[in-house]
T-cell receptor, first 111, second 114 residues
Framework: QKEVEQDPGPLSVPEGAIVSLNCTYSNSAFQYFMWYRQYSRKGPELLMYTYSSGNKEDGRFTAQVDKSSKYISLFIRDSQPSDSATYLCAIWKTSYDKVIFGPGTSLSVIP | DAGVIQSPRHEVTEMGQEVTLRCKPISGHNSLFWYRQTMMRGLELLIYFNNNVPIDDSGMPEDRFSAKMPNASFSTLKIQPSEPRDSAVYFC????????????FGPGTRLTVT
């Protein structure tokens, strides 16, 4: 079983829709959870960072972590064409451990 | 800050040739990471350095791959000899001392080996 799994998509939604992106992970030792966004032909950039279970909101983006289910989600409200990108979830234990990236979900927001 | 700088941005070479990729991390960041990204395998960590010392090179696929970090502001990833299956986008990333999970990625080097 892979350490982190993610539906690769592609996911296509109309502008203004609510988008839900999801990942599952296998090891309960992971404590830190991130979402990176990667535009075409660019490097990934950190979008959201959470530590505990629960929700964290930043503008139109909400990251949700359920450690009991080993399930992490990213919600995008009022999606915009500029949100079209690949979204990678990432998990991390502690210092000196490597960050594990999911394969990424490709999202297209259609005007 | 200019961010993480990588060179070259594109590299096309023939099988068997040596390839050297270069990275300049963000000033003040003491962790540096080399990743490889392909459609099939996604983003894979090859090696990472902390304070210029290699900490984990378990992701380096073969002896043909080597990485160095001679000082805090420069790192290289070398492939010798290169093979067509090495074709991928290679990213360098860096992070601050207190938060190696918050990584800042460079623009990548797109390598094509024919």
């Amino acid at each position: 079983q892979k350490e982190v799994e993610q539906d690769p998509g592609p996911l296509s939604v109309p502008e203004g829709a609510i988008v839900s992106l999801n990942c599952t992970y296998s090891n309960s030792a992971f404590q830190y959870f991130m979402w990176y966004r990667q535009y075409s032909r660019k490097g990934p950039e950190l979008l959201m960072y959470t530590y505990s279970s629960g929700n964290k909101e930043d503008g139109r983006f909400t990251a949700q972590v359920d450690k009991s289910s080993k399930y992490i989600s990213l919600f995008i409200r009022d999606s915009q064409p500029s949100d079209s990108a690949t979204y990678l979830c990432a998990i991390w234990k502690t210092s000196y451990d490597k960050v594990i990236f999911g394969p990424g979900t490709s999202l297209s927001v259609i005007p | 800050d200019a961010g993480v700088i990588q060179s070259p941005r594109h590299e096309v070479t023939e099988m068997g040739q040596e390839v050297t990729l270069r990275c300049k991390p963000i000033s003040g960041h003491n962790s540096l990471f080399w990743y490889r990204q392909t459609m099939m395998r996604g983003l894979e960590l090859l090696i990472y350095f902390n304070n210029n010392v290699p900490i984990d090179d378990s992701g380096m696929p073969e002896d043909r791959f080597s990485a160095k970090m001679p000082n805090a502001s420069f790192s290289t990833l070398k492939i010798q000899p290169s093979e067509p299956r090495d074709s991928a986008v290679y990213f360098c990333a860096s992070s601050q001392p207190t938060s190696s999970s918050e990584q800042y990625f460079g623009p990548g080097t797109r390598l094509t080996v024919t």
